[in-house]
């Protein structure tokens, strides 16, 4: 049996390299981990992992915000798309920034 699980996340990077992730069930608590008198560089986007029962993870892929957008597919390590992000996922994200006044630390 294969299964399919979509996670928020808010990355933190130093330079390229990724120091600090976290996973949440929408985008307004990964977002809300991120105080706005924090500095540093946070990104922001979808996990995916593709599982089966006798495999952990087959297949990884994200999807990032980027100018308050969210990519419309996923892709791998290695930049191919691998599926298209549901539209509810593209709607948490306008319907969060629509209605908080001030997210910058978000974008």
């Known amino acids: 049996m294969q299964r399919t699980y979509v996670e928020w996340i808010v990355e933190e990077l130093v330079g390229e390299e990724i120091v600090d992730v976290n996973h949440g069930s929408s985008y307004a ?21 593709y599982c089966s029962t006798s495999a952990p993870i087959i297949e990884r892929s994200w999807s990032y915000v980027v100018d308050g957008l969210l990519s419309p597919d996923f892709t791998d ?31």
């Open 29 to 49: 608590e990964v977002c809300g981990w991120v105080g706005a008198g924090e500095h540093g560089v946070f990104r922001f986007g979808l996990v995916r992992d």
């Open 77 to 107: 390590s290695y930049g191919n798309s691998v599926a298209k992000v549901a539209q509810r996922y593209h709607r948490e994200l306008a319907k969060f920034h629509l209605t908080t006044r001030f997210c910058m630390v978000c974008l």
